[in-house]
Every structure is written in structure tokens, then in C-alpha cells.
């Protein structure tokens, strides 16, 4: 990636993971006011949700600020890994703020709490729910530029904060006008089990990132169409490929004319390398040269039990 994108790309994560940490700060001491004065359990969940934000993303603030340092000579590939596994803490303490609301709602079914004040529970809500939309916006915007699995793990928890902050707006204009007392638990129900499911989610796509998994079809597909329509190649073998905390990672051997001079392969090598890099900017490529038609040991034969010349 040249080096002025790359720059850009971990500015852009920084201001995001700061604006992140800055704005789940403020919610928490505005909902803490919330949550006390009109002693709603729907604005105690968000609550808790605020204040796994506040771990959260100073997670990722952390994590960001690591995975962003050049590579050395014990970290060859970099440190982008530290995104996924800054998302991976994330999920394990979103779950954990779920399960604690279930379990306050359980209680209070046996030991109800009355709502008062759910004008001013309204109010906090709604500011809420216009602060966290700006940011969300500006998180995906940076989520699409730099690619960063950290950055939307973040988005992605906060886009249910969306859907939590309406739905306890809801509960309170029930409770309000309809005097339902049961709503407010019923929708304090609903949001942990959200941020359970939110929590599994965002863990998979870390521990697929952790163990290597594949790039998604239509990324690989992309890279193969490229290289079979490339100058020179005849075809193509042991294609892998990962991701490196936003940075594709990618190696294949070519299969090409035998008879060509090293010179000439490493000229359509270099084609090859350059159309990936410009499909991908912040792709790192590897690839190894084969004379077609030369029967040999391939990783695609071990792994699918065929191999295609």
C-alpha cells in the first residue's frame, strides 16, 4: 500500500476509535442519570450497553493504535492481527453485559420496580439515539476506507445500540401512556438477547480471522479472474489467502510456459502482482512461478482431493 493511503487509512481508524470512546463516556454519565432517576430497567440495560462501550472501544482504541505500527523484524506481516483479537475481547464482555440484564430482569419479574419520570427517560434516550447515529455513520465510512475489523465490530455494536435506544423509547412511551409496567422489562429482555447474538457474531468473524479462514468467494473469485486473464498465464494452483486485520494477504503459483527465461516470468509475474494490488491497495501478494502441465505434490490435491492443470 503506498505509504501516504497507509497513513491516511490509520488516522482515519485512530479518529474513529477516539470519537468512540469519547461519545460512550458521555452516554454512560447521561443514562447513569437516567437509570437512577427514573429507575427504568430498559435505560439500566442501555446503560450496562454504554458501559461495555466505554471497554469496548478503549479495546479498540488500544488495539488500533498497536495494529497500526510498521512491521519489524519479528513482525513481518505487522501487527493487524490486534483487530481481531481487540474484536474477539469485545464479543466475550457485549455477551456478558447481556446476560446481566436477563438476570436483573429476572429479578425484578419476582420484585417489580416502578417507572417514574419516563418523560425524562425519553429525552435522554432520544439524545442518545442522534449521537450514536452520527457516529455510526462516520465509523462505517472509515469501516469501508481502511477495511478495519476492529473499527466495524465497533459499528456493528453500535448499530444495535440504534435499535435498542428505539425500542426503549418505545417501552417508556408505553409505560407512560398505557401504564404497562411489564413493557419495560419485556424490552430489557429483548435487548440482551440482541447483544448476545451481536456478541456471537462479532466473535465468529474474529476467531475466522485468528485461524486463517478463507476470504470470502467473491474476493477470490476477483483475484482468479484477474490472474487468468492475465498475459501469459496458462493456469493456476495452491491459491490461499487470509486476512491480516484489514490487510489481504494473498499466494498462488502460476502456471506458465516452461520454455520462457526467468527474466520474461518475472515480468508477467509482476503484471499479475500489480493488477491484484491495484483491485486491492493494501494487498500483499506472493507468487510463485510453475511450468505448466508439470505433475507435481499441490496443496489442492491434499486439501479437496483433485487437482486441476
Request: with cysteine; charged share 20%.
Amino acid at each position: 500500500m503506498p505509504q501516504n493511503l497507509t497513513e491516511q487509512n490509520n488516522r482515519l481508524k485512530k479518529a474513529a476509535a477516539s470519537a468512540s470512546v469519547m461519545l460512550s463516556g458521555g452516554l454512560c454519565l447521561l443514562k447513569i442519570f437516567g437509570a437512577f432517576y427514573t429507575g427504568s430497567l430498559a435505560i439500566l440495560s442501555s446503560l450496562i450497553d454504554s458501559l461495555a462501550d466505554v471497554f469496548a472501544s478503549s479495546v479498540s482504541f488500544i488495539a488500533i493504535r498497536f495494529s497500526t505500527r510498521p512491521a519489524n523484524k519479528e513482525h513481518r506481516y505487522g501487527f493487524g492481527r490486534a483487530e481481531s483479537i481487540s474484536a474477539l475481547v469485545q464479543s466475550a464482555f457485549i455477551a456478558g453485559s447481556g446476560l446481566f440484564v436477563m438476570y436483573d430482569g429476572i429479578t425484578r419479574l419476582f420484585n417489580p420496580t416502578p417507572l417514574e419520570k419516563p418523560n425524562i427517560g425519553i429525552v435522554i434516550m432520544a439524545i442518545s439515539l442522534a449521537a450514536t447515529v452520527l457516529l455510526i455513520v462516520f465509523q462505517k465510512y472509515v469501516a469501508r476506507k481502511t477495511a478495519s475489523p476492529a473499527i466495524a465490530a465497533d459499528s456493528a455494536h453500535y448499530t444495535v445500540d440504534v435499535l435498542t435506544n428505539l425500542s426503549i423509547i418505545l417501552s417508556l412511551i408505553v409505560v407512560k401512556f398505557f401504564n404497562i409496567s411489564w413493557f419495560d422489562i419485556l424490552t430489557a429482555f429483548a435487548i440482551s438477547a440482541y447483544l448476545i447474538y451481536n456478541a456471537y457474531k462479532i466473535a465468529a468473524e474474529a476467531v475466522a480471522a485468528l485461524t486463517d479462514k478463507e476470504l470470502s468467494e467473491d474476493i477470490r473469485q476477483q483475484v482468479i479472474d484477474m490472474v487468468l486473464n492475465s498475459e501469459g498465464v496458462e493456469g493456476y494452483h495452491d491459491f490461499r489467502s487470509r486476512d491480516l486485520g484489514g490487510a489481504y494477504f494473498f499466494e498462488i503459483h502460476l502456471e506458465l510456459d516452461g520454455n520462457l527465461t526467468l527474466y520474461k516470468t518475472h515480468n508477467l509475474t509482476d503484471k499479475v502482482e500489480e493488477k491484484i494490488k491495484n483491485a486491492f491497495p493494501n494487498a500483499q501478494v506472493i507468487i510463485h512461478q510453475d511450468p505448466y502441465g508439470l505433475h507435481e505434490s499441490r496443496l489442492d490435491y491434499d486439501i479437496d482431493g483433485k487437482c486441476d492443470l
